[in-house]
């Protein structure tokens, strides 16, 4: 432990020492930035970025397996009829109402649907200028410490509450506002965005190569495509906030520390719904099951598509496990639900798989999107294909919140189905999971019923997705 010696001053000295302190600690508005900024200036290292990790590149089939119609198959014991679920009340959730402050400047931006306003200072629309060093980032970084930030923070968080956003919206709704600051200088928006979430609490860092500046952040769940470099054992990774997949591979420098008390990892989970101002379209679903042609008119958010968008691809487990915007899933829940009401689990199974079988184009990721892609049950409706994942991801969710049955993904080489558990025993092909007995579904196999596989996987133990 270092003991510096007692500084003795004359009278005089000491109170022109007084005010030299006194304005130092104004300049910075917390006492951490002048410390950090100091080490900005001193302390950078050589990072090697490094291709993100890739999903299951097995190719799927390009045209899919017809199972040949079979009467509808009676279960060997009584299964238990469905019941009407329960279904909650749809509720719309408007962020309040931002009072222009009365001195000072603010903002708008729009931020799916929603018109939001923040006040900021001028520091904020400083311009970095065209030489990216150290010792630049630093003076950028002390310039913004300097303002008086706190108002922004304050609004940024009321939004974050009143919008209901997980840490990923948080993020973009952040870079939203700050392209509204900077228009077309993404150095500008990248050090901003990264002041404002390290202000926030969270682990956000940058790097940088001769040509631009990048943010990085950890996550508590793996990303795919996306690069990245390995720092104190976390992975950086290099996000791309305009919905790009395009990885960036190379050297680059970061500064060797942590911002004090910025602690906070994103969590990419979607526990609950975005809340845009919504912009509805109809998607309409046409599938034959028993003998008779059923017609389902469902309505969805583009601006939940939109934000879905911009998600850096995610472990499967994720896209299972997300939730569905309470009007869609209202109105799935209620088209669907007079279909099965009365009907045995088996029969209701069965009739929820035609359903997602037939009503729906099938494609390819590599032939719609060019890349593998999974998508969340609103791109599904979106969207003009779908393929093996996206099927089960909707058919597994529609299983839990309109049968109440235990649903597990299946994960073959190439391929993606599901298996439930039903109340009673069942015919068919199933699976062991925890010492309980799934029946395999396939929900892209056409005209399969509960039981039924894919004749190349009857040989295959899949893999079981949990979620």
Known sequence: ML??????????????????????????????????????????????????????????????????????????????????????????????????????????????????????????????????????????WANLSKADYKPLLLQLK?????????????????????????????????????????????????????????????????????????????????????????????????????YPRATKVLDMRLSTALATLPQYETKHLTFRYGGKSHHLKINYDKQTVEFFRTYPQLDISMYFSSVIQPKTSKQLLERLKPLVIGKSELDAINLLLGFVQTAFEYKTDKAQFGEENYLFPEETLFYPYSDCEDRSILFAWLVKNLLGLEVIGLDYPGHIATAVRFNGKVNGMSIRYQGRRYMITDPTFINARAGMVMPQFKKTNPKVIKF
């Open 158 to 258: 009321k939004q974050h509450t009143a919008l209901r956003l997980n840490d990923w919206a948080y993020v973009l709704l952040i870079h939203q506002l700050v392209k509204r600051l900077h228009p077309n200088r993404p150095t500008e928006q990248t050090l901003i965005t990264w002041f404002l979430l390290t202000k926030g609490g969270y682990q956000a860092r940058i790097a940088y190569d001769k040509n631009k500046v990048y943010l990085l952040m950890p996550t508590k769940q793996a990303l795919y495509g996306v690069s990245f470099f390995t720092f104190d054992k976390k992975r950086y990774y290099a996000i791309h906030l305009d919905g790009s997949r395009g990885q960036q591979l190379g050297q680059v420098y970061t500064y060797d520390a942590h």
């Open 3 to 140: 003991v510096s010696s007692p500084i003795i001053f004359a009278n005089d000295d000491f109170a022109q020492w007084q005010i030299i302190q006194q304005q130092s600690f104004q300049t910075f508005k917390d006492e951490r930035d002048r410390e950090f900024t100091s080490f900005l200036k001193k302390r950078w290292r050589k990072m090697q970025l490094r291709q993100g990790s890739k999903r299951d590149n097995k190719p799927k089939p390009k045209l899919l397996p017809i199972a040949k119609l079979k009467p509808l198959p009676k279960p060997t014991h009584h299964l238990p009829r469905i019941k009407p679920p329960v279904l909650k009340p749809v509720q719309i959730i408007r962020p309040p109402v931002i009072v222009k402050p009365p001195k000072g400047k603010s903002i708008n931006t729009l931020f799916y649907g929603h018109r939001l306003q923040f006040p900021y200072e001028s520091a904020f629309k400083t311009r970095f200028g065209r030489n990216i060093n150290k010792k630049t980032i630093s003076n950028y």
